[in-house]
């Protein structure tokens, strides 16, 4: 028989991981550790994991992974990068790890051009605390912080974080994705993969914001969580590339 | 090798350089900053990294990193900065990874000055981050004990996967002595850092570093395994020098620049027939209890003397143990005691003892 499908080396072989049903961690999971082990460059590579839901990911990662404080898995990837220039080094952040706690981590990692890859899991909610509001939390989106919805006049617009690194010189590769259908997947593993092709490249900064989705703290099926996704978060987070190596504003 | 006259905050970068840190993580703060501006300029000669950081905060967490894949890293800051550096503090001990942090202390609370201060001891000794851990920390009274403590301090770092802490005034950063830089061989037996993340190479499970440890008895056991190494420490690792001890009425008891001024008041109170001891602790952790074993019995008072509004104190009144008087003298906010000013608090306290 045909093998049509195999599970990852890039992930570890028969970990079961603590993610809820239904949430889309899995499959990002799923695709980091494929283009690491496409691109060749497992054995060399070194993971920072945040915290927040993915705060385990060092347990999944099928490579040498270092758990940060909360946000700032960007100076710690800075850290290890310094020393070993020639590995492969990449977080993978939420939304209140990222566009949060952790701005200013973020913000000048890209502003460095510091040749790291990022992983930005957006799903428009604190996941692991309990469904609190993100930076990222819809218009209108209830969280248990924000039980009416959360409105401009009281939190601000959600933060477009794709759309602000856009304007930074040090970020080479800014691409959001979103992970809620076949075609979608496809592309979101296409980015990935030039997200890390960029810093082999040494071009510099990489990032790719991937739309997730939180059933759980939504309040949703894992099928309407992916409905809610497609048609209240890719109208607010365009799907696109935002930079590409030797594009500049 | 030549004795060489230096800043102390340049000092500390060149000894830092001589031990083997190839990498420098820093933000600017006064009065330290010497200490970054030095090691942008020597670090690219010595096949090293300079950054400067975006803050105390992703300084300290690039040296999380850096420690992590196994390189020899060093940050300093002073106190305020330090306060923001210790969420990384805690995460490095946890996580038992090597780094040295040097602190030159100004004075507090919030922004404070940027005078010389002794008010950090209870940041530096009582952790500051969240959780049971220690650093290893010193506290050297000139430069060249400053020199020789920073090639210490990457050693000891190494053997017990710990941060350690060197702490000196704004005065130690500032001031300039001759200094000779010796190589010195390691005393003790570095363990290889093959629990780094520098890549599995294909040849090995991957390596994780990590403070986390969601099961509470896993947590407690890490606990358990820190404790031990801190107890290791408590044996092997403590240093004080006592002077003039012998007989003496009272005892003060000083560290780093203070335990100078002090000596001054000592030798001038000699003159006029008062004789006075210094216990001087070199490391603030583990605090030198022993050296007060050495207090003659009829000794008068104990007599801390810092620059803060009393911290040491409270170590003082615990090696004491309630066997002799602890008195206090103290100023604080960059203010500089001087040795007029001890002596007259020694006097002070005998003739309120007789």
């Known amino acids: 028989m045909a093998v049509v499908f195999e599970k990852t080396t890039g992930l570890v072989p028969g970990k079961e991981t603590h993610y809820c049903p239904g949430c889309t961690h899995g499959i990002i999971h799923r695709l980091v550790g494929e283009v690491l082990v496409e691109l060749g460059v497992l054995d060399k590579a070194v993971g920072v994991a945040p915290v927040g839901c993915s ?6 990662f099928n490579c040498d992974m270092h758990e940060a404080s909360h946000g700032r898995a960007p100076a710690v990837a800075t850290g290890i990068k310094r020393v070993l220039p020639e590995n492969v080094v990449f977080t993978y952040q939420g939304d209140g790890d990222l566009a949060s706690i952790g701005t200013a981590e973020i913000v000048h990692a890209a502003h460095r051009g510091e040749k790291i890859t990022t992983i930005f899991v957006n799903n428009a909610i604190y996941g692991m605390t309990g469904g609190q509001m993100a930076p990222t939390t819809l218009i209108g989106q209830k969280a248990t912080t924000a039980p009416l919805g959360r409105t401009v006049e009281h939190s601000g617009m959600p933060l477009k974080v794709s759309e602000m690194f856009a304007t930074i010189h040090g970020a080479a590769f800014i691409e959001r ?3 809620d259908s076949a ?3 496809r592309k979101a593993k296409k980015a990935i993969k030039e997200a890390f092709q960029c810093q082999l490249d040494g071009k510099g900064f990489s990032m790719v914001e991937v739309l997730s989705t939180c059933p759980t703290n939504w309040g949703l099926t894992p099928v309407d969580s992916l409905k809610w996704l497609k048609e209240n978060m890719m109208p607010y987070y365009p799907l696109g590339n935002f930079r590409r190596p030797g594009e500049d504003e | 090798m030549a004795k060489v006259l230096m800043k102390g905050n340049e000092a500390i970068g060149a000894a830092a350089i001589n031990a083997g840190c190839k990498y420098f993580f820093g933000y600017p703060i ?16 010595n096949d090293g990294v300079f950054l400067q950081a975006e803050s105390e905060v992703a300084a300290i967490n690039m040296v999380y990193g850096a420690a992590g ?4 890293v060093m940050t300093s800051s002073s106190s305020p900065g330090i306060a923001l550096k210790q969420e990384g503090i805690t995460y490095i001990a946890g996580a038992e990874l090597p780094c040295v942090i040097v602190n030159i202390v100004r004075g507090g609370p919030g922004l404070g000055g940027i005078q010389p201060a002794q008010s950090d001891y209870n940041q530096v000794t009582r952790g500051g981050g969240n959780g049971d851990y220690k650093l290893l920390c010193y506290a050297p009274a000139n430069l060249q004990e400053m020199v020789d403590l920073i090639q210490e301090s990457f050693d000891a770092a190494d053997y017990y996967r710990n941060p350690v802490m060197v702490v000196g005034d704004g005065m130690i950063g500032q001031m300039m002595e001759p200094i000779e830089f010796k190589k010195v061989e390691s005393t003790r037996t570095l363990p290889e850092k093959n629990w780094a993340t520098i890549g599995t190479g294909g040849t090995r499970k991957p390596n994780i570093i990590n403070s ?12 358990h395994k820190l404790q031990r ?6 044996e092997k690792e403590v240093r004080f020098e006592n002077y003039n ?3 003496a009425e009272v005892v003060i008891v000083a560290y780093g620049t203070t335990s100078r001024i002090a000596k001054n008041a000592i030798k001038a109170l000699k003159e006029e027939g008062v004789n006075v001891g210094l216990i001087r602790p070199i490391t603030l952790w583990p605090y030198p209890e022993k050296a007060f074993d050495e207090i003659p019995a009829d000794c008068k008072s104990v007599l801390t003397v810092e620059m803060s509004e009393g911290q040491m104190i409270d170590d003082v009144r615990l090696s004491v143990n309630g066997k002799f008087p602890v008195d206090f003298y103290g100023r604080s906010g960059g203010m500089i005691p001087t040795p007029e000013a001890i002596a007259d608090k020694v006097k002070e306290i005998i003739g309120g003892a007789k």
């Open chain 1, 55 to 60: 705060v385990l990911a060092y347990e999944y």
């Open chain 2, 229 to 234: 190494k801190y107890a290791e420490m408590k």
């Open chain 1, 177 to 179: 994705v979103s992970v």
């Open chain 2, 69 to 72: 894949a196994g390189a020899r």
């Open chain 2, 30 to 45: 006064t009065p330290q900053n010497e200490l970054p501006e030095y090691m942008s300029k020597e670090m690219p000669n």
């Open chain 1, 183 to 185: 075609p979608n997947i």
């Open chain 2, 245 to 247: 001890m012998e007989n």
């Open chain 2, 212 to 223: 986390l440890a969601l099961d509470p008895q896993e947590l407690e056991y890490h606990n």
